[in-house]
Protein backbone atom coordinates (compact mmCIF):
# COMPACT_ATOMS: atom_id res chain seq x y z
CA UNK A 1 0.00 0.00 0.00
CA UNK A 2 1.14 3.25 -0.93
CA UNK A 3 1.75 5.97 1.54
CA UNK A 4 1.70 8.88 -0.76
CA UNK A 5 -1.55 7.26 -2.02
CA UNK A 6 -2.83 8.38 1.51
CA UNK A 7 -1.88 11.59 1.91
CA UNK A 8 -2.45 13.60 -1.53
CA UNK A 9 -6.28 13.91 0.37
CA UNK A 10 -5.18 14.50 3.25
CA UNK A 11 -2.96 17.07 2.60
CA UNK A 12 -5.43 19.87 1.14
CA UNK A 13 -7.58 19.60 4.53
CA UNK A 14 -5.33 22.20 6.54
CA UNK A 15 -2.04 22.43 5.16
CA UNK A 16 1.41 22.26 6.87
CA UNK A 17 2.59 21.72 10.37
CA UNK A 18 2.31 25.41 10.90
CA UNK A 19 -1.35 26.40 9.86
CA UNK A 20 -2.88 24.59 12.42
CA UNK A 21 -0.59 25.85 15.41
CA UNK A 22 -3.23 26.56 17.43
CA UNK A 23 -2.87 28.84 20.34
CA UNK A 24 -1.53 32.14 19.83
CA UNK A 25 1.07 31.15 22.58
CA UNK A 26 2.13 27.54 21.88
CA UNK A 27 1.68 25.37 25.09
CA UNK A 28 3.39 21.99 26.28
CA UNK A 29 3.51 19.55 29.19
CA UNK A 30 5.03 15.98 29.52
CA UNK A 31 4.75 14.47 33.25
CA UNK A 32 6.41 11.85 34.18
CA UNK A 33 5.97 9.25 37.09
CA UNK A 34 8.28 7.13 38.52
CA UNK A 35 6.46 4.44 40.54
CA UNK A 36 7.75 3.38 43.94
CA UNK A 37 9.22 6.63 44.21
CA UNK A 38 12.61 7.71 44.17
CA UNK A 39 15.54 9.64 46.65
CA UNK A 40 15.51 12.69 46.26
CA UNK A 41 19.09 12.60 46.93
CA UNK A 42 19.53 12.00 43.52
CA UNK A 43 18.22 15.71 42.41
CA UNK A 44 20.69 17.25 45.28
CA UNK A 45 23.67 19.26 44.69
CA UNK A 46 26.59 19.92 46.55
CA UNK A 47 25.44 23.59 47.08
CA UNK A 48 21.92 21.95 48.22
CA UNK A 49 23.42 19.88 50.14
CA UNK A 50 26.10 22.49 52.02
CA UNK A 51 22.25 24.86 52.48
CA UNK A 52 21.29 21.87 54.46
CA UNK A 53 23.83 20.95 56.81
CA UNK A 54 24.35 24.28 57.72
CA UNK A 55 20.87 24.53 58.17
CA UNK A 56 20.54 21.56 60.54
CA UNK A 57 23.30 22.79 62.89
CA UNK A 58 25.79 21.49 60.93
CA UNK A 59 24.41 17.95 60.35
CA UNK A 60 24.97 16.56 57.13
CA UNK A 61 22.30 15.11 54.88
CA UNK A 62 23.00 11.52 55.22
CA UNK A 63 23.97 9.30 52.29
CA UNK A 64 21.70 6.33 53.53
CA UNK A 65 19.09 5.42 55.44
CA UNK A 66 15.65 6.66 54.85
CA UNK A 67 15.33 10.32 52.94
CA UNK A 68 12.19 12.21 52.91
CA UNK A 69 9.88 10.84 55.77
CA UNK A 70 8.52 13.10 58.63
CA UNK A 71 11.55 13.17 61.22
CA UNK A 72 14.11 12.21 58.03
CA UNK A 73 13.33 14.74 55.79
CA UNK A 74 14.67 18.01 57.16
CA UNK A 75 16.23 20.91 55.35
CA UNK A 76 16.70 22.75 58.41
CA UNK A 77 14.55 25.50 59.99
CA UNK A 78 13.44 28.31 57.06
CA UNK A 79 10.87 31.14 57.23
CA UNK A 80 10.24 30.61 53.93
CA UNK A 81 11.47 29.11 49.92
CA UNK A 82 15.31 28.94 49.39
CA UNK A 83 16.66 29.69 45.86
CA UNK A 84 19.93 27.90 45.36
CA UNK A 85 22.29 28.70 42.26
CA UNK A 86 24.69 25.81 41.58
CA UNK A 87 25.59 23.07 38.84
CA UNK A 88 22.81 21.20 38.39
CA UNK A 89 24.93 18.57 36.48
CA UNK A 90 26.80 17.36 40.04
CA UNK A 91 23.42 16.17 41.29
CA UNK A 92 23.85 12.19 40.53
CA UNK A 93 20.80 11.90 38.60
CA UNK A 94 21.48 15.17 36.40
CA UNK A 95 25.43 14.59 35.49
CA UNK A 96 24.15 14.20 31.74
CA UNK A 97 22.04 17.46 31.38
CA UNK A 98 24.62 19.02 29.56
CA UNK A 99 23.65 22.70 28.17
CA UNK A 100 20.07 21.99 29.42
CA UNK A 101 20.85 22.54 32.75
CA UNK A 102 20.13 26.52 32.35
CA UNK A 103 16.40 25.44 31.18
CA UNK A 104 16.17 22.97 34.33
CA UNK A 105 15.02 23.25 37.62
CA UNK A 106 15.23 21.24 41.07
CA UNK A 107 11.78 21.43 43.70
CA UNK A 108 12.53 20.29 46.87
CA UNK A 109 9.95 20.02 49.99
CA UNK A 110 6.73 19.43 48.59
CA UNK A 111 4.36 17.10 50.63
CA UNK A 112 1.06 15.15 49.17
CA UNK A 113 -0.02 13.54 52.22
CA UNK A 114 -3.93 13.79 50.91
CA UNK A 115 -2.51 10.93 48.12
CA UNK A 116 -2.00 8.67 50.88
CA UNK A 117 1.93 7.75 49.68
CA UNK A 118 2.32 3.82 50.32
CA UNK A 119 3.14 1.57 47.42
CA UNK A 120 1.17 4.00 44.73
CA UNK A 121 -1.07 6.94 44.71
CA UNK A 122 -2.62 5.93 41.48
CA UNK A 123 -4.80 8.84 40.63
CA UNK A 124 -3.70 11.09 43.35
CA UNK A 125 -0.51 12.77 42.34
CA UNK A 126 -1.72 14.45 39.57
CA UNK A 127 -5.02 15.27 40.85
CA UNK A 128 -3.89 15.69 44.67
CA UNK A 129 -6.76 14.13 45.82
CA UNK A 130 -7.01 10.13 47.72
CA UNK A 131 -7.82 7.26 45.19
CA UNK A 132 -10.24 4.79 46.84
CA UNK A 133 -10.86 1.55 45.77
CA UNK A 134 -9.08 2.12 42.55
CA UNK A 135 -11.51 5.02 41.84
CA UNK A 136 -9.84 8.55 41.21
CA UNK A 137 -11.33 11.18 43.58
CA UNK A 138 -11.00 13.89 41.04
CA UNK A 139 -9.80 14.74 37.45
CA UNK A 140 -5.66 14.85 37.04
CA UNK A 141 -3.87 17.93 35.90
CA UNK A 142 -3.12 16.28 32.53
CA UNK A 143 -6.62 15.99 31.86
CA UNK A 144 -7.35 19.99 32.78
CA UNK A 145 -4.61 21.06 30.65
CA UNK A 146 -5.76 18.65 28.00
CA UNK A 147 -9.43 20.46 27.71
CA UNK A 148 -7.84 23.60 27.78
CA UNK A 149 -8.57 25.82 24.40
CA UNK A 150 -5.19 27.44 25.32
CA UNK A 151 -3.37 24.12 25.33
CA UNK A 152 -5.19 21.96 22.76
CA UNK A 153 -6.28 24.83 20.06
CA UNK A 154 -10.65 25.03 19.62
CA UNK A 155 -11.84 24.76 16.07
CA UNK A 156 -10.19 23.91 13.71
CA UNK A 157 -6.94 24.42 15.72
CA UNK A 158 -7.17 21.93 17.84
CA UNK A 159 -4.61 18.85 17.95
CA UNK A 160 -6.11 15.83 16.66
CA UNK A 161 -5.86 13.79 20.29
CA UNK A 162 -6.41 15.63 23.85
CA UNK A 163 -3.59 13.61 25.55
CA UNK A 164 -0.98 10.66 25.23
CA UNK A 165 -0.80 8.36 27.96
CA UNK A 166 1.79 5.88 27.93
CA UNK A 167 3.71 3.62 30.60
CA UNK A 168 5.07 0.30 31.17
CA UNK A 169 3.96 -2.25 33.18
CA UNK A 170 6.02 -5.57 33.43
CA UNK A 171 2.96 -7.66 32.84
CA UNK A 172 2.85 -8.24 29.31
CA UNK A 173 -1.07 -9.20 29.31
CA UNK A 174 -1.81 -5.34 30.80
CA UNK A 175 -1.59 -3.78 27.78
CA UNK A 176 -4.25 -0.72 29.06
CA UNK A 177 -3.86 0.27 32.81
CA UNK A 178 -6.65 2.83 34.34
CA UNK A 179 -4.57 3.89 37.42
CA UNK A 180 -2.94 7.47 37.05
CA UNK A 181 -5.04 9.41 34.86
CA UNK A 182 -8.67 10.48 35.15
CA UNK A 183 -11.38 13.01 33.32
CA UNK A 184 -13.18 13.59 36.82
CA UNK A 185 -13.84 11.79 40.18
CA UNK A 186 -14.53 8.01 39.45
CA UNK A 187 -13.63 8.22 35.62
CA UNK A 188 -10.26 6.79 34.89
CA UNK A 189 -8.69 7.02 31.97
CA UNK A 190 -6.71 4.82 29.54
CA UNK A 191 -2.46 4.35 29.68
CA UNK A 192 -1.30 2.16 27.10
CA UNK A 193 1.54 -0.07 28.47
CA UNK A 194 2.52 -1.33 25.22
CA UNK A 195 5.24 0.49 23.26
CA UNK A 196 3.72 -1.01 19.89
CA UNK A 197 0.16 0.03 20.70
CA UNK A 198 1.64 3.54 22.09
CA UNK A 199 3.52 3.29 18.88
CA UNK A 200 0.43 2.42 16.33
CA UNK A 201 -2.09 4.93 17.84
CA UNK A 202 0.56 8.21 18.02
CA UNK A 203 3.20 7.56 15.28
CA UNK A 204 1.96 4.99 12.62
CA UNK A 205 -0.44 7.20 10.76
CA UNK A 206 2.99 9.94 10.48
CA UNK A 207 5.19 7.13 9.66
CA UNK A 208 3.34 4.28 7.40
CA UNK A 209 0.52 3.53 5.15
CA UNK A 210 -0.86 0.90 7.48
CA UNK A 211 -1.31 3.53 10.30
CA UNK A 212 -2.73 5.97 7.72
CA UNK A 213 -5.07 2.83 6.16
CA UNK A 214 -6.26 2.81 9.91
CA UNK A 215 -7.10 6.58 10.01
CA UNK A 216 -9.18 5.67 6.69
CA UNK A 217 -11.09 2.74 8.32
CA UNK A 218 -11.69 4.51 11.06
CA UNK A 219 -13.01 7.88 8.84
CA UNK A 220 -15.34 5.33 7.23
CA UNK A 221 -16.81 3.99 10.29
CA UNK A 222 -17.63 7.67 11.35
CA UNK A 223 -19.40 8.14 7.99
CA UNK A 224 -21.45 5.12 8.12
CA UNK A 225 -22.32 6.50 11.91
CA UNK A 226 -23.31 10.01 10.36
CA UNK A 227 -25.29 8.65 8.04
CA UNK A 228 -27.49 6.19 10.15
CA UNK A 229 -27.90 9.53 12.59
CA UNK A 230 -29.22 11.30 10.17
CA UNK A 231 -31.75 8.68 8.91
CA UNK A 232 -32.84 8.08 12.30
CA UNK A 233 -36.23 9.43 12.68
CA UNK A 234 -36.48 10.18 16.84
CA UNK A 235 -39.94 9.33 18.52
CA UNK A 236 -39.80 11.66 21.16
CA UNK A 237 -37.97 15.06 22.45
CA UNK A 238 -35.90 13.04 24.87
CA UNK A 239 -34.33 10.69 22.14
CA UNK A 240 -34.23 13.89 19.34
CA UNK A 241 -31.93 15.18 22.13
CA UNK A 242 -30.05 11.92 22.59
CA UNK A 243 -29.74 11.54 18.80
CA UNK A 244 -28.30 15.58 18.80
CA UNK A 245 -26.07 14.71 21.29
CA UNK A 246 -24.22 11.50 19.52
CA UNK A 247 -24.51 13.59 16.39
CA UNK A 248 -22.09 16.08 18.02
CA UNK A 249 -19.93 13.55 19.35
CA UNK A 250 -19.49 11.95 15.75
CA UNK A 251 -18.51 15.28 13.99
CA UNK A 252 -16.42 15.91 16.80
CA UNK A 253 -14.58 12.95 16.52
CA UNK A 254 -14.26 13.53 12.36
CA UNK A 255 -13.33 17.15 12.68
CA UNK A 256 -9.95 15.24 15.28
CA UNK A 257 -9.46 12.53 12.60
CA UNK A 258 -9.73 14.96 9.40
CA UNK A 259 -6.59 16.41 11.42
CA UNK A 260 -4.96 13.59 12.13
CA UNK A 261 -4.89 13.44 8.93
CA UNK A 262 -3.15 16.34 8.18
CA UNK A 263 -0.66 16.25 10.45
CA UNK A 264 0.46 13.25 8.28
CA UNK A 265 0.27 15.04 5.44
CA UNK A 266 2.76 17.35 7.31
CA UNK A 267 4.77 14.49 8.63
CA UNK A 268 5.53 13.19 5.00
CA UNK A 269 9.35 12.34 4.90
CA UNK A 270 9.81 13.48 8.37
CA UNK A 271 12.31 11.28 10.35
CA UNK A 272 10.05 9.31 12.99
CA UNK A 273 10.91 6.55 15.28
CA UNK A 274 10.73 3.32 13.96
CA UNK A 275 8.13 1.12 14.96
CA UNK A 276 8.94 -0.81 18.70
CA UNK A 277 10.27 -4.20 18.82
CA UNK A 278 9.14 -6.56 21.50
CA UNK A 279 10.68 -8.22 24.34
CA UNK A 280 13.35 -4.95 25.47
CA UNK A 281 14.18 -4.29 28.98
CA UNK A 282 12.33 -1.59 30.99
CA UNK A 283 14.60 0.90 30.20
CA UNK A 284 14.61 0.60 26.88
CA UNK A 285 10.82 -0.10 26.77
CA UNK A 286 10.53 3.57 28.31
CA UNK A 287 12.90 5.02 26.01
CA UNK A 288 10.54 4.20 23.09
CA UNK A 289 7.74 5.44 24.65
CA UNK A 290 9.68 8.93 25.25
CA UNK A 291 10.39 8.97 21.14
CA UNK A 292 7.06 8.10 20.48
CA UNK A 293 5.67 11.18 22.86
CA UNK A 294 8.48 13.61 21.34
CA UNK A 295 7.33 12.77 18.01
CA UNK A 296 3.81 13.46 19.02
CA UNK A 297 4.84 16.61 20.41
CA UNK A 298 6.81 17.75 17.52
CA UNK A 299 4.66 17.09 14.82
CA UNK A 300 0.96 18.48 16.64
CA UNK A 301 -0.75 15.16 17.36
CA UNK A 302 -1.05 16.24 21.23
CA UNK A 303 0.38 19.22 23.30
CA UNK A 304 -0.34 16.85 26.65
CA UNK A 305 1.63 13.63 27.54
CA UNK A 306 1.95 11.68 30.88
CA UNK A 307 4.38 9.02 30.98
CA UNK A 308 4.48 6.29 33.87
CA UNK A 309 7.26 3.63 34.96
CA UNK A 310 5.82 1.14 36.72
CA UNK A 311 3.06 3.68 38.36
CA UNK A 312 0.15 2.29 40.24
CA UNK A 313 1.54 -0.72 41.51
CA UNK A 314 3.27 -2.18 38.74
CA UNK A 315 6.57 -1.80 39.77
CA UNK A 316 6.43 -4.57 42.10
CA UNK A 317 7.65 -7.17 39.43
CA UNK A 318 9.94 -5.35 37.59
CA UNK A 319 13.15 -7.07 36.49
CA UNK A 320 15.75 -4.14 35.60
CA UNK A 321 17.76 -6.29 33.42
CA UNK A 322 21.75 -6.31 32.68
CA UNK A 323 22.30 -3.00 32.50
CA UNK A 324 21.92 -2.25 36.27
CA UNK A 325 23.81 -5.33 37.54
CA UNK A 326 22.43 -5.96 41.34
CA UNK A 327 19.23 -5.45 40.46
CA UNK A 328 19.41 -8.25 37.60
CA UNK A 329 17.01 -10.79 37.67
CA UNK A 330 15.66 -9.49 41.00
CA UNK A 331 11.82 -8.23 41.36
CA UNK A 332 12.06 -4.55 42.28
CA UNK A 333 9.41 -5.15 45.28
CA UNK A 334 12.03 -7.75 47.12
CA UNK A 335 14.90 -4.92 46.33
CA UNK A 336 13.09 -1.70 47.24
CA UNK A 337 12.83 -3.48 51.32
CA UNK A 338 16.45 -3.95 51.17
CA UNK A 339 17.26 -0.63 49.61
CA UNK A 340 18.16 1.44 53.67
CA UNK A 341 20.60 0.68 55.65
CA UNK A 342 19.32 -1.50 58.98
CA UNK A 343 20.68 -1.06 62.55
CA UNK A 344 23.01 -4.34 62.78
CA UNK A 345 24.29 -3.89 59.20
CA UNK A 346 28.17 -5.23 58.75
CA UNK A 347 30.60 -6.56 56.30
CA UNK A 348 29.15 -8.07 52.99
CA UNK A 349 25.59 -6.61 53.55
CA UNK A 350 27.00 -2.92 54.06
CA UNK A 351 28.67 -3.45 50.85
CA UNK A 352 25.54 -4.93 49.06
CA UNK A 353 22.81 -2.51 50.54
CA UNK A 354 26.01 0.38 48.86
CA UNK A 355 25.69 -1.01 45.30
CA UNK A 356 22.00 -1.68 45.56
CA UNK A 357 21.56 1.68 46.34
CA UNK A 358 24.00 2.45 43.79
CA UNK A 359 22.05 0.42 41.20
CA UNK A 360 18.84 2.02 41.60
CA UNK A 361 20.29 6.17 41.48
CA UNK A 362 21.52 4.52 37.82
CA UNK A 363 17.60 3.44 37.42
CA UNK A 364 16.61 6.64 38.05
CA UNK A 365 19.35 8.67 36.78
CA UNK A 366 17.73 6.94 33.06
CA UNK A 367 14.27 7.63 33.95
CA UNK A 368 15.79 11.75 33.66
CA UNK A 369 17.60 11.02 31.11
CA UNK A 370 14.33 9.66 29.13
CA UNK A 371 12.46 12.68 29.57
CA UNK A 372 15.77 14.97 28.84
CA UNK A 373 15.55 13.28 26.04
CA UNK A 374 12.34 14.70 24.73
CA UNK A 375 13.49 17.57 26.39
CA UNK A 376 16.54 17.82 23.47
CA UNK A 377 14.42 16.58 20.70
CA UNK A 378 12.01 19.83 21.56
CA UNK A 379 15.18 22.20 21.85
CA UNK A 380 16.71 21.21 18.25
CA UNK A 381 13.44 21.90 17.05
CA UNK A 382 11.63 25.99 16.34
CA UNK A 383 8.68 26.50 17.17
CA UNK A 384 6.73 27.41 14.52
CA UNK A 385 5.59 30.85 14.03
CA UNK A 386 6.91 32.45 17.21
CA UNK A 387 10.36 33.34 18.52
CA UNK A 388 12.66 30.36 20.99
CA UNK A 389 12.41 26.68 20.31
CA UNK A 390 9.71 24.16 21.11
CA UNK A 391 10.93 23.03 24.55
CA UNK A 392 10.79 26.77 25.42
CA UNK A 393 7.52 26.41 25.31
CA UNK A 394 6.66 22.81 26.85
CA UNK A 395 6.96 22.25 30.03
CA UNK A 396 8.64 18.64 31.05
CA UNK A 397 8.48 17.25 34.96
CA UNK A 398 9.14 14.51 36.55
CA UNK A 399 8.51 13.31 39.67
CA UNK A 400 7.36 10.46 42.02
CA UNK A 401 4.04 8.61 41.43
CA UNK A 402 3.74 7.98 45.81
CA UNK A 403 6.44 10.29 47.10
CA UNK A 404 9.74 9.75 48.40
CA UNK A 405 10.29 6.01 48.29
CA UNK A 406 8.87 2.83 49.29
CA UNK A 407 6.42 3.07 51.75
CA UNK A 408 6.06 6.20 51.52
CA UNK A 409 3.93 8.87 53.64
CA UNK A 410 3.90 11.16 51.00
CA UNK A 411 6.44 14.19 53.01
CA UNK A 412 8.05 14.92 49.92
CA UNK A 413 7.37 15.04 46.73
CA UNK A 414 11.12 15.93 44.65
CA UNK A 415 10.69 17.28 41.43
CA UNK A 416 12.92 18.11 37.96
CA UNK A 417 11.64 20.58 35.54
CA UNK A 418 12.70 21.64 32.28
CA UNK A 419 11.66 24.02 29.45
CA UNK A 420 8.92 26.44 29.82
CA UNK A 421 10.87 29.73 30.08
CA UNK A 422 8.32 31.40 27.12
CA UNK A 423 5.84 30.57 29.08
CA UNK A 424 7.02 32.47 32.05
CA UNK A 425 8.19 29.29 34.41
CA UNK A 426 11.74 30.17 35.90
CA UNK A 427 14.05 27.22 35.64
CA UNK A 428 17.70 28.77 35.32
CA UNK A 429 19.48 25.78 36.82
CA UNK A 430 17.97 26.68 40.28
CA UNK A 431 17.29 24.55 42.89
CA UNK A 432 14.06 25.78 45.04
CA UNK A 433 13.43 24.75 48.18
CA UNK A 434 10.09 25.00 50.19
CA UNK A 435 10.59 24.52 54.18
CA UNK A 436 9.43 20.66 54.45
CA UNK A 437 6.29 19.51 56.43
CA UNK A 438 8.09 20.45 60.05
CA UNK A 439 8.21 23.66 59.35
CA UNK A 440 4.63 23.83 59.66
CA UNK A 441 2.92 27.05 57.59
CA UNK A 442 5.87 27.92 55.68
CA UNK A 443 5.67 24.61 54.07
CA UNK A 444 4.18 23.72 50.06
CA UNK A 445 2.05 21.10 48.98
CA UNK A 446 2.10 19.75 45.46
CA UNK A 447 -1.01 21.16 44.99
CA UNK A 448 0.64 24.50 44.46
CA UNK A 449 2.64 23.56 41.80
CA UNK A 450 -0.26 22.33 40.11
CA UNK A 451 -1.39 25.27 40.77
CA UNK A 452 0.84 27.39 39.09
CA UNK A 453 1.34 24.96 36.52
CA UNK A 454 -2.87 25.06 36.43
CA UNK A 455 -2.89 28.83 36.18
CA UNK A 456 -0.37 31.56 34.97
CA UNK A 457 2.00 28.72 33.05
CA UNK A 458 -1.78 28.39 31.19
CA UNK A 459 -2.81 31.74 31.28
CA UNK A 460 -5.62 30.99 33.37
CA UNK A 461 -6.50 31.11 37.21
CA UNK A 462 -7.12 28.25 39.01
CA UNK A 463 -8.20 29.02 42.35
CA UNK A 464 -7.72 25.92 44.41
CA UNK A 465 -7.16 22.32 42.80
CA UNK A 466 -7.48 19.25 44.35
CA UNK A 467 -9.71 18.02 47.45
CA UNK A 468 -6.97 18.68 50.72
CA UNK A 469 -9.73 21.28 52.17
CA UNK A 470 -8.67 22.39 55.65
CA UNK A 471 -5.43 20.07 55.25
CA UNK A 472 -4.30 22.62 52.40
CA UNK A 473 -1.81 24.98 54.02
CA UNK A 474 -1.63 27.98 51.76
CA UNK A 475 -3.99 28.52 48.62
CA UNK A 476 -1.95 29.45 45.62
CA UNK A 477 0.59 29.06 43.08
CA UNK A 478 4.22 28.95 43.32
CA UNK A 479 5.33 32.55 43.26
CA UNK A 480 9.44 31.38 43.08
CA UNK A 481 8.73 29.30 40.16
CA UNK A 482 6.91 32.11 37.81
CA UNK A 483 8.08 35.12 36.29
CA UNK A 484 4.71 37.35 36.67
CA UNK A 485 6.91 39.95 34.42
Known sequence: MNRRHFLVGAAGLLGARRAFAAPATPRRFVFMLSGNGFDGRVLMTPELRDFARINRGGTPIPDDGRWGEDGAVSYGRMSGPEVLNGDLTTAPALVNLGNLASKACVVLGLSSRITGGSHAASHGVLSSTRTIAGSPGGPTLDAYLAALPSVRGAGGARTPLAAMRVGYNPD??????????AAAAGRPLPMLNSTLAAWTAYVAPLASADGLAQLAERADVLSLARSQLAAHVAPSAKTAAQVAQY??????MTQDLDRFRAVAAAANGAMLPPKPTAGRAPLDQLRDHCKTVSAGLRFGVSNVAVI????????HSIDYGAEFGPLAGKQNHD????????????????????????????VWRAEVEALVSIARDLD???????????????????????????????SEFPVLMLGGGALGLETGGRTVVYPDIANGAQHRQLSNLWQTIGGPV???????????????????PLAELFDAS
Open 247 to 252: RGAVDD
Open 380 to 410: ATPEPGTSGTMLDHTVLLYTSDNGDGHHSGA
Open 308 to 315: GMGVGGAF
Open 458 to 476: VGEKLELFGSEGATRIAPG
Open 335 to 362: ERHNYNSQAGDAGSVVVQRQQRRAAFFD
Open 172 to 181: GGTTIAYTTC
